[in-house]
């Protein structure tokens, strides 16, 4: 049985910092891909970074040298390290699993998704 949970959101000032976490259980890395979407206000849900770990990551330009996705094998966690926040950042974030191998960033890809954790970030 596959369970995600994501924490972390919370609200900061233009230019900080937040580091969001998504708890696992079911999953093995070795099979899986796992993803950060995001669905700001009024728009559609996108992927905002994506990881497997024989095949890479995927960063939306948006976010490019900016966010970081990683895995922690042991805890069965995927944290998503949010750098030099703006406000079109502002987004319920969700965490998702897919079994294979190909860090997607399409949605049908992954069969698992937790809830949503509110970043919002203004001055």
């Known amino acids: 049985d596959v369970q995600l949970q994501a924490s972390g959101g919370g609200v900061v000032p233009p230019g900080r910092s937040l580091e969001l976490s998504c708890a696992t259980s079911?999953?093995?890395?070795?099979?899986?891909?796992v993803g950060w979407f995001r669905r700001a206000p009024g728009k559609e849900r996108e992927a905002v970074s994506c990881?497997?770990?024989?095949?890479?990551?995927y960063y939306a330009d948006s976010v490019k040298g900016r966010f970081t996705i990683s895995i922690d094998n042991a805890k069965k966690m995927v944290y998503l390290r949010m750098n030099n926040l703006k406000p079109e950042d502002t987004a319920v974030y969700y965490c998702a699993a897919g079994l294979g191998s190909f860090p997607s960033r399409y949605e049908g890809y992954y069969q698992y998704w937790g809830q949503g954790t509110l970043v919002t970030v203004s001055s």
């Open positions: 990881i497997s770990q024989s095949r890479g990551t």
């Open positions: 079911g999953v093995t890395f070795d099979d899986y891909a």
